[in-house]
């Protein structure tokens, strides 16, 4: 069987943790950042944990093994 490549998107946009979480950056932070508060853009910046329902679509791009 032919091995798998890796999405070529997915892996510029996408990071594995060391415990197998998908990592990712938030929504909602390029533009009409006038409106939005100091705080909230701040903590829009810190790396975001992807929701379990898409964990497993990423992991399948990003060419890791599922358990």
């Known amino acids: ?3 798998t490549k890796t999405h070529s ?12 979480k ?3 950056r938030h ?3 390029s533009h009409i950042a006038e409106k939005k508060s ?3 853009k701040r903590r829009l910046g810190q790396p975001a944990v992807i ?3 898409n964990e497993k679509q990423v992991k399948r791009l990003l060419g890791a093994r599922t358990r």
């Open 1 to 3: 069987m032919p091995k």
């Open 9 to 20: 998107g997915a892996k510029k946009r996408f990071k594995l943790t060391a415990r197998g």
């Open 22 to 24: 998908v990592r990712g």
């Open 27 to 29: 929504a909602f932070t």
């Open 38 to 40: 100091p705080k909230r």
């Open 51 to 53: 929701e379990k329902e």
